[in-house]
């Protein structure tokens, strides 16, 4: 007599509406957030070549892009710079009429407490050597002098507006650096998030051509190793005790696993950056016809999700949003 199996797990799968009922992850509109790009001394809209569909904006765009993600429901936006100038400081990042500076602004008002305005706290999109620190006279980043330039960030971003402070640029003791600055400056409501994991990664090209970096080298010296994954745990732990409120996991994708080890060990939040290299090989490779589309979309945002993040920086955050109010099965 034929052995019939015990358990029949496929029957949880045999329709649509019983893999929606069992499904363990979902995803919804406002765990997404949407990185936007605001390009100094531009009339419209400029595409960006290596990522289709991605734009650099004009400080005009800014409220219609609020609008646009107000109602879509997602939670909120992260502006970063593209300044017409740039030198050893990166001086426009902490000039109050500087090009991020002035998008907070303006995008604060338009959110009025919709959304969440946040801003990328880094110097890289404002060196003329396109790294993420000023330099010493070694010509290595100087992490303590870079934090006292984070610091002024932190109230400059504060005073136009933002709601979160994206703390980006791998340095000792960011975190603690800008909550002392804010928490002197009466801004204790600021939330920090801390890019705590964030490794030094191929994945970042097109982002690169986004803010139109000036970087020669890498970033290793400050960035983690991709070998590493106990290392990553570490950071982000570290930032929690200087006072992180959020921390992040970064690329996404390639991180999975430090993300459920974060996750798991954090008291805090914790979100993902699915970054621009990520986006761009999907995008490249849907319009080859290699794959399919909205399926590997959607795949790679269950993936982060499933793997921890309980939000999620993606540049798809707008046009996702409109598939989960339709319903649509995003794998």
Same mark, same amino acid.
């Given at each position: ?26 995803? /919804? ?20 070549? /290596? ?17 646009? %993600?107000?109602? %879509? ?15 050893? !400081? ?55 002098? !870079? ?36 928490? *002197?400056?009466?801004? *204790? ?7 705590? %994991? ?55 994708? !390639?991180?999975?696993?430090?993300? *459920? ?23 490249? %490779? ?46």
């Amino acid at each position: 007599m034929t052995a019939f199996p015990t358990r029949r797990l496929r029957r949880l799968r045999s329709t649509p509406a019983l893999r929606r009922l069992v499904a363990e992850t979902d995803l /919804t509109a406002r765990r997404l957030v949407l990185p936007v790009f605001v390009k100094e001394g531009i009339t419209a809209a400029q595409p960006i070549a /290596t990522m289709p569909g991605v734009h650099q904006h004009p400080l005009e765009d800014v409220p219609a892009l609020v609008e646009a %993600a107000v109602a %879509a429901g997602i939670g909120g936006i992260m502006l970063f710079g593209v300044p017409s100038h740039r030198d050893a !400081t990166g001086s426009g990042a902490t000039d109050p009429a500087g090009i991020l500076n002035r998008a907070i602004e303006v995008a604060a008002r338009a959110a009025v407490g919709r959304l969440t305005v946040q801003a990328d706290l880094c110097l890289d999109e404002f060196t003329d050597h396109g790294h993420c620190g000023v330099l010493g006279a070694d010509g290595a980043v100087d992490n303590d002098a !870079t934090l006292e330039i984070y610091a002024r960030m932190a109230v400059v971003q504060a005073r136009a507006g933002a709601d979160i402070l994206g703390l980006s640029g791998m340095m000792d003791g960011q975190v603690a650096a800008c909550r002392a600055a804010l928490d *002197t400056d009466g801004r *204790t409501d600021v939330v920090l998030l801390a890019y705590s %994991a964030k490794y030094a990664s191929a994945f970042y090209g097109p982002f690169r051509d986004a803010v139109e970096s000036t970087l020669t080298g890498d970033r290793r010296a400050y960035q983690l190793d991709a070998a590493n994954a106990r290392e990553g745990v570490q950071e982000a732990l570290a930032d929690i005790d200087e006072g992180a409120d959020i921390v992040m996991v970064k690329p996404a994708g !390639t991180s999975l696993d430090v993300l *459920t080890r974060v996750r798991d060990l954090s008291s805090v939040p914790v979100w993902a950056y699915q970054v621009s290299g990520e986006y761009a090989l999907i995008e490249h %490779a849907a319009a080859s016809g290699l794959i399919d589309r909205g399926r590997a979309i959607g795949e790679s945002l269950l993936a982060i999700r499933r793997a921890g993040a309980e939000v999620i920086l993606t540049y798809w955050a707008i046009e996702v949003a409109g598939w989960l109010r339709a319903g649509r099965d995003l794998a």
